[in-house]
C-alpha cells in the first residue's frame, strides 16, 4: 500500500478529527482481522480510514479527490475554483466538450 500524499493525508487528518466516533472505532480494530487481510495493523487501519473517506466523499457526491480538495482548500470559492480546473483538465484528457463534460457529471458551471 502506497503512502497517501501529503494534501490527501492533511485531508484524512482533518477528516478524522471531525470525526471521534470513526477515530475510536480505528483504535478498536482487530488485530487477527489484520492479520487474515495480510496486513499490519497500521496498514489495515490506513485500508479502514480510506474506506471511510472514500464513502463519505461518495455521499456528498464527490470524487475522493474532491472531498480532498474540499478539506484542504482555505475557502470555497478556493475548493470550487480547484475543483472545476480539475475537471476542465479531466475533460480536455478525454476530449470531451466542456458542456457534454458537465452534463455527464451533473456540473453547474457557466460553459466557456
Not at 482487530?30 to 455521499?59: C, D, I, K, V
Request: charged fraction near 30%.
Amino acid at each position: 500500500m502506497t503512502e497517501p500524499g501529503p494534501q490527501h493525508q492533511k485531508a484524512l487528518d482533518r477528516f478524522l478529527g471531525e470525526r471521534p466516533e470513526l477515530a475510536a472505532e480505528l483504535e478498536k480494530l482487530n488485530p487477527l482481522a489484520a492479520r487474515a487481510a495480510g496486513q499490519s495493523m497500521q496498514e489495515y487501519r490506513q485500508e479502514r480510514l480510506n474506506e471511510a473517506f472514500e464513502a463519505e466523499a461518495e455521499r456528498l457526491g464527490f470524487f475522493a479527490w474532491e472531498l480532498t480538495l474540499q478539506l484542504t482548500s482555505e475557502t470555497p470559492e478556493d475548493f470550487q475554483a480547484q475543483r472545476l480546473e480539475v475537471h476542465r483538465e479531466v475533460a480536455q484528457m478525454a476530449g470531451m466538450e466542456w458542456a457534454e463534460y458537465c452534463a455527464l457529471y451533473g456540473l453547474e458551471v457557466e460553459a466557456h
